[in-house]
Structures are given as C-alpha cells and as structure tokens.
T-cell receptor
C-alpha cells in the first residue's frame, strides 16, 4: 500500500527534551511538508522540502529542525527552544512543490509536560 | 494577515439536506483551490479541487464553486450524510504544479450532519 506513515501516534516528553517525529512516504513524491494543528488554528506550515538535501522554513519554523537525506524520509525535531510544543503534527507529501494536491499522514499527537 | 478565511467555525445540517461551506481569500494571485476533509486525530484527506479557469467542479455529491470577482469559493454537499461530519479545510495556492508557492489553509469549518 502506498502512503505516508508517521510514528508514533502519541508521544509524551518532558519539558526541555528534544524529540524527533518520524515521517516516511512510499509515494515517490518529491516534496514533503510538516504542519502543526492547534485547536481553532487550522494547519500552519513548519518546514517543507522540495528535493533531497534541501528544505525551507515555513511560517512557524522557530524551535524546529528538519533533515531530508532521503527522498522517502523527512523527520522533524521539536527542540527545547519551541515554547509551545504540545500539538498535533501532520506530515504531507506531494508530487512536486507548489500547488499539487498534498497527501497527509495520520499525524502524531505530541504532549510535553 | 489571513489569506484564506473560513468565517464559520461550525455548521449543523440535517441528513439529506444541502451543506454549504464557504471560503474567502484575499490574494488575487491564487489560482488553484482545494478542499480537504479531516476527522479527529487523523490526517486531512483531499476532497475536491478547482483551478481558476473554471467556476465549477463536480464530483459525486461534492461540488465546488469559484467566484473570482468576489474572491469566494464554496463547497456544496448534496445530500448530506452523517459520515460527512468532519472538519473541512479550504486551501489555496499560486501556480498549480509549479514551485511558486505552497498551500495556504483556512482555519476550517466543523460540519455536523444530524440524522
């Protein structure tokens, strides 16, 4: 089955710890994205990557870092510098950058206490 | 400043009736629009899209209308079913298929379809 996987579904961390969220896709898509969803806020873009070894900051990149060493993988690290890390994180991919339809993974709910 | 606005946070309709979800945008450069559906604790799923060269696109029970002069689009669901109950996001981009921009999402409208 082709698709996007995110693991784990639920993640709990103590304040001050870095945590890495996994995102893998087998759709052969070039572009990958990370969004954050908070109640009443819709989807806000954190980082995106249109090609391997290249990525761009989105609207709310502060406190986050990413890497794109393989086409299939786009992990997101939530660092201790992120002031409000508790949120629902969504990874997406598309055929190319820009306006192609994006396909989303099931999301990871991160809770930091 | 929000470029894509969904001004109704929620909408409740009776099963079998029409659901109309609205979306306004401010960037006149947007030329491709999409609707996504999202259930709680799941990722959004693509529903239907429309390019700016059209004013209507239909797919089964779902129809999207685009009014470029008013910078307004709407999603019609007919007939509405209880399984349609979800949050619906409107999204827009500049340059379909290009690298000119990413999708800009609205904040979503929660649709409840009552049996």
């Amino acid at each position: 089955d082709g698709g996007i996987t995110q693991s784990p579904k639920y993640l709990f961390r103590k304040e001050g710890q870095n945590v890495t969220l996994s995102c893998e896709q087998n759709l052969n898509h070039d572009a990958m994205y990370w969004y954050r969803q908070d109640p009443g806020q819709g989807l806000r873009l954190i980082y995106y990557s249109q090609i391997v070894n290249d990525f761009q900051k989105g609207d709310i990149a502060e406190g986050y870092s990413v890497s794109r060493e393989k086409k299939e993988s786009f992990p997101l690290t939530v660092t201790s510098a992120q002031k409000n890390p508790t949120a629902f994180y969504l990874c997406a991919s598309s055929m190319m950058g820009g306006g192609y339809e994006q396909y989303f993974g099931p999301g990871t709910r991160l809770t930091v206490t | 400043d929000q470029q894509v606005k969904q001004n109704s946070p929620s909408l409740s309709v009776q099963e079998g009736r029409i659901s109309i979800l609205n979306c306004d945008y401010t960037n006149s450069m947007f030329d491709y629009f999409l609707w996504y559906k999202k259930y709680p604790a799941e990722g959004p799923t693509f529903l239907i899209s429309i390019s700016s060269i059209k004013d209507k696109n239909e797919d089964g029970r779902f129809t999207v209308f685009l009014n470029k002069s008013a910078k307004h689009l709407s999603l019609h669901i007919v007939p509405s079913q209880p399984g349609d109950s979800a949050v619906y996001f409107c999204a827009a981009s500049v340059g379909y298929g290009g690298s000119q921009g990413n999708l800009i999402f609205g904040k979503g409208t929660k649709l409840s379809v009552k049996p």
